[in-house]
């Protein structure tokens, strides 16, 4: 088997790349940036944002695994301390692959017929660079409402947790293959409407913003920012491709909401 390690950079986190670096390789694994089968990314989520997008042309070959080395997170729920529990586990291949859905992004432009095509796995927001953001609102080719505002929200359900969640969004299970649309900042008025609740869309269902005000938008995918110009429709939907976790013990995504964001102290 062959494996990669994603380090968050900070000491901790690359003292102890370098001791699964060892113990893998004393266990007869294969150190391969390029092509690993087990990614292991030390930090936090956003050090497996990093790993996820550094590998996302091989979803269907790479296993993720997550260690924190600050707080416990939604991607990265091992503790340092169990490093070599982990190893062994990774080393005897005893550990189950589990699938979440991500999110697919197409961006379609008024000067080009080629598109870009983007995968996130947490969520992509859309701003508007200096103005409010103005967008037509579709929901399966038919108008939904026209959306004025600081800007929008498309997340998975593993992102749910994050951006959405300070959105206001729901969170939601990562069994469900669905995408959550939030709003940031609607401007809600009698002459100005939008629906104002989260809206959850099931895999058969596709949303698709249209400029109504300026072509060129902040467009985010993860932690990464791309301005995007002359944009004719932003298309989002449930992706085909999956991403892959190791899973080597139970820890149900409701006990890691719970140790998130309640209490982890019991
Ligand atoms: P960052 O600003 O350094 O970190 C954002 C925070 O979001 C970190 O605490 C990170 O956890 C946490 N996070 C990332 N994915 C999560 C998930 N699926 N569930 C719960 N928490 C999660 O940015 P970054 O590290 O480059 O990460 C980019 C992400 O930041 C974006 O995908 C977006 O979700 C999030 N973000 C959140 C807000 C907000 O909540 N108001 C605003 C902008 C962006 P770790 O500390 O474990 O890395």
Known sequence: MRFAVQSRNDDLSNELMERAKTYLTDFGLIFDDAEPDVVLSIGG???LLHAFHRYKERLDEVAFVGIHTGHLGFYADWKPAEIEKLVISIAKHDFQVIEYPLLEVKVEYTN???????LALNESTIKSPEVTLVMDVELNGALFERFRGDGLCVSTPTGSTAYNKALGGAILHPSLPAIQMTEMASINNRVFRTVGSPLILPSHHNLVLKPVKGPDFMVTIDHL???QKD????HYRVAKERVRFARFRPFPFWKRVHDSFIDSND
Request: aromatic fraction near 6%; avoid cysteine.
């Open 231 to 234: 944009v004719k429709s932003v």
């Open 45 to 47: 989520d956003g050090t």
């Open 225 to 227: 920012q791309i301005l």
């Open 112 to 118: 080009r017929n080629q598109s870009a095509t983007f």
